[in-house]
């Protein structure tokens, strides 16, 4: 199968992610040499699929209260806050 | 011999002896950095005198992918410009704990997803071999700041080869451990399940001492290994009997001729002099599993990389009139190329089924593969030896990682060690043991790297420039 532009504008879209024109077609020519070799190399492979390679469990702490990150020293690297909180565009309309 | 340039081992022994204090060793340092600029710090973090303990006195640098509390932490990207970490990596804690003495930040490609270090976005990274040509990456700052003796060890990230390639280029050691050996805590990455923190110094034992130092289970990283640490440094100079694997099929089919012609006469001589067993094995599997981690480090990073959005910390957009504004031009301004290519492929291979199922699926089938292939491999042999790179520093075909991704997909350690010069410029060999056996790598590579006498070679066949 072939990425085309189109292809690329619509999954820049859904990670939210603005692409010029000239990137969609570099985008869309990256994705088709690595996946054609993929589909040279992959395709047909039976194995049982292996997400992971560490043989641990999930490990739980206990259920307590913590010391947070202070609130000053957290929102000191945003761009924009606003009465103790981030600040974002609007959400809701009027 | 000068400070600066000098092995852990050396300054450790120089401070004992009297010789010189911990504040001349950094003072030391800092002016190497300040004489010889080859752009491999971002920036510097010295504090004032280091405490006691393994490592006293011993300066380190971070890759930029460390978090430093107080200290600015990009991964090499515009989108973390300005991130001042409120918390602490824990192996930072643990370095200076043990008294060592960070001293700065390095250079890596962004986010650590190149290993071509031109790919680095805020600075050039010289190789101090040979001004112009690169060091190789996505740990290049660090491979350059231990080859310039501006640090006589580095702390950086390893997901595919980050660590042991431009250790490679740039003739030092580089390693990688046991996924899991070191914690993970702080240290920002994209593809969680490959990612290790891995080690460049100048020496095998200067390796041995640091992972001692960083090695151990944290509660703030699940997936570090718990149980008993094994003793990294017991008799570390032993020779061994080991039974190597080698494919050389493989490798004269990847490497270029002369780095192929390199690692068969470092192996043929290990087996007249070390008494090292050679046995070939099969390794046809080499560029399935460069493709397979390929897509896997895509898919996790489309996951990994989404956290940044302008709203927390780093860089945002500029007057953004809603949220999905906001989002999509700050990615777009804040993301280079490189990482906007990555985030993609992994969007598209886990954005519908059947790509899916044609790609991602595929790629775990092959992981699978090449895991199982790799743990039949150690009925046979002892360490497995391949090239660190197809080449010495320069342009190629072949995929960098072609040799050193295989161990980032099975977890397994290994170490890259200066094998001769190329061209002018060095090579490296790399080691690669069972899950676990750190202490057997090592003392293998200790031996293999007394044996190589790699200084010895230097001054021979070429000096760094």
């Known amino acids: 199968m072939s990425v085309t532009k189109q292809e690329i504008k619509r999954l820049g879209e859904m990670i939210y992610l603005d692409l010029t024109d000239g990137e969609s077609v570099r985008f869309a020519d990256l994705l088709n040499l690595v996946l054609k070799k993929a589909d040279d190399l992959l395709s047909g492979l039976k194995d049982k699929p292996l997400r992971h390679i560490s043989q641990l469990r999930n490990r739980m702490r206990e259920d307590g209260v913590g010391i947070p990150l202070p609130k000053e020293k957290v929102l000191a690297n945003a761009a924009e806050t606003q009465d103790g909180c981030f600040r974002v565009p609007r959400i809701l309309e009027d | ?465």
């Open chain 2, 1 to 465: 011999m000068t400070i600066a340039g000098m092995s852990v081992v050396e300054i450790l022994e120089g401070q004992q002896r009297g010789e010189f204090t911990p504040e001349e060793v950094l003072r030391a340092h800092l002016d190497r950095i300040e004489a010889e600029d080859v752009g491999a710090f971002l920036r510097l973090c010295p504090k004032g005198s280091p405490g006691k303990g393994l490592l006293q006195g011993v300066p380190v640098a971070l890759g930029d992918e460390v978090c430093t509390e107080g200290v600015e932490t990009t991964a090499g990207s515009r989108i973390l410009s300005g991130f001042v970490p409120p918390y602490q990596a824990t192996l930072v804690g643990k370095l200076e704990g043990a008294g060592a003495a960070v001293v700065g930040k390095t250079n890596l490609t962004e986010f650590g997803l190149s290993f071509a270090m031109e790919d680095a976005l805020f600075q050039r990274t010289q190789n101090p071999w040979r001004s112009g040509t690169t060091p190789g990456g996505a740990a290049g700052g660090a491979a350059a700041a231990v080859a310039a003796g501006q640090a006589p060890a580095a702390v950086a990230s390893d997901t595919g080869g980050d660590v042991r390639i431009p250790a490679s280029f740039c003739g030092v050691v580089g390693f990688t451990p046991t996924y899991g050996r070191i914690s993970r805590y702080g240290v920002i990455q994209h593809a969680p399940s490959l990612t290790q923190v891995g080690l460049l110094a100048q020496k095998v034992r200067d390796i041995a001492l640091l992972l001692k130092v960083l090695a151990g289970e944290d509660p703030q990283d699940a997936t570090t290994l718990p149980g008993e640490l094994p003793d990294f440094l017991e008799k570390p100079g032993e020779p061994g009997s080991w039974r190597i694997g080698i494919a050389p099929e493989a490798y004269r089919s990847c490497a270029g001729g002369d780095v192929y012609q390199a690692t068969e006469e470092l192996w043929q001589r290990a087996a007249e002099e070390l008494g090292w067993q050679l046995v070939e094995v099969d390794m046809s599997w080499l560029d399935l599993a460069q493709v397979a981690r390929r897509l896997i480090a895509a898919a996790e990073s489309s996951s990994s990389l989404g956290r940044y959005d302008g709203v927390r910390y780093g860089y945002r957009a500029k007057d953004a009139q809603d949220m999905r504004e906001l989002f999509s031009r700050t990615r777009a301004e804040g993301f280079g190329e490189g990482v906007k290519g990555e985030m993609l492929l992994g969007t598209y291979i886990l954005g519908d089924q059947a790509h899916y199922e044609a790609y991602y699926l595929q790629a775990l089938r092959a992981r699978n593969l090449v895991y199982k292939s790799i743990k039949d491999l150690w009925q046979q042999v002892d360490l497995i030896l391949t090239p660190t790179t197809p080449r010495p520093a320069g342009e190629g075909e072949t995929p960098l990682e072609i040799f050193t991704g295989p161990s980032n997909l099975g977890g397994l350690p290994a170490i890259s060690l200066p094998c001769r010069l190329v061209g002018g410029l060095p090579v490296g060999v790399q080691l690669i043991a069972p899950a676990g056996e750190e202490g057997r790598l090592l003392r293998a590579a200790h031996v293999l790297e007394k044996m190589i006498d790699f200084a010895s070679s230097r001054n021979g066949g070429g000096q760094r420039a």
